[in-house]
């Protein structure tokens, strides 16, 4: 399985980061994707990579909550990054809109995002979308750069199953993680009605862990417990949820 989504890097995992590695490998999930956050974050991202080249792959971009008055330094590194070297990274991500905690910042962060999917229809690189209280604003810049369709996946969905269809006439893929697991969760919906080649799994470890860990830190090896609680949402095996979103992982990410 592909953990297309996971912070192993984040200092939650500085005392046990090894063993959480390979508790994901006995686990099952051999590949998982470190999605960037800030300049802050590059060197250990970077580290956790190169220690595990054969399980680990990078994206580079800047968060929207990193987002700030003065945002051109962080930008200009992360373009840096991105064209010295594109080969290193699978995706331009994680970037996106965040209204949920601050609003002042929006028309920076509309700015921020609408550079970094330039930069990724450039380097012909999908994208990783990270929205939330902000599916509106995320529409409307994309509908207003009118691509045909794009490379990419809204991560850690967190909308309504109308704005997932929405995201799928556009082109994305659907993060699912441990949110799925959750009573009541909207996101349960989504995970039924979304076409199984769409659906992405993710952990967004140390976040946002699956029953019957939340509470506490997440981490690569619970997706298993994601792809189960899917497959039973839809009444299949868990070997074809397994086996179908590793397939659209590899080819959206070219793993």
């Known amino acids: 399985m592909i953990d297309t ?20 490998l006995e686990a099952g999930v051999h590949t998982m994707l470190l999605p960037a956050i800030d300049s802050l974050s590059h060197q ?19 968060h929207p909550t990193s987002v700030t008055a003065h945002f051109e330094d962080e930008l200009d590194i992360v373009h840096n990054k991105l064209f010295t070297s594109p080969t290193t990274y699978v995706a331009v991500g994680e970037i ?13 962060q509309l700015h921020v995002l609408r550079q970094q999917l330039l930069w990724a229809e450039q380097l012909e690189l999908p994208v990783c979308l990270h929205v939330r209280k902000a599916h509106n604003h995320l529409f409307g810049l994309l509908r207003d750069l009118n691509r045909p369709s794009y490379q990419g996946v809204m991560h850690c969905f967190g909308g309504s199953l109308q ?28 995970a039924r ?57 590899r080819a959206l990410f070219h793993l």
């Open 163 to 190: 704005e997932a269809h929405r995201a799928l006439e556009m082109g994305f893929h659907i993060g699912i993680g441990g949110v799925v697991t959750y009573k009541n969760a909207t996101l349960a919906d989504v």
């Open 44 to 62: 250990r991202q970077e580290a956790l990579a190169n220690a595990y080249p054969q399980h680990f792959r990078q994206m580079m971009g800047l």
């Open 96 to 108: 996106g809109l965040d209204l949920y905690w601050d609003q002042s910042f929006l028309d920076q």
């Open 193 to 249: 009605a979304v076409p199984l080649e769409r659906i992405l799994l993710e952990t967004d470890a140390p976040y946002l862990p699956p029953v019957p860990h939340r509470g506490h830190r997440n981490e690569s090896a619970y997706i298993p417990i994601i792809a189960t609680h899917i497959a039973a949402l839809r009444g299949i095996t868990v070997q074809e949820v397994d086996e179908t979103t590793t397939a659209s992982a």
């Open 5 to 24: 989504h996971c912070h192993l890097y984040d200092e939650a995992f500085d005392n046990d980061r090894h063993e959480a590695v390979l508790r994901a």
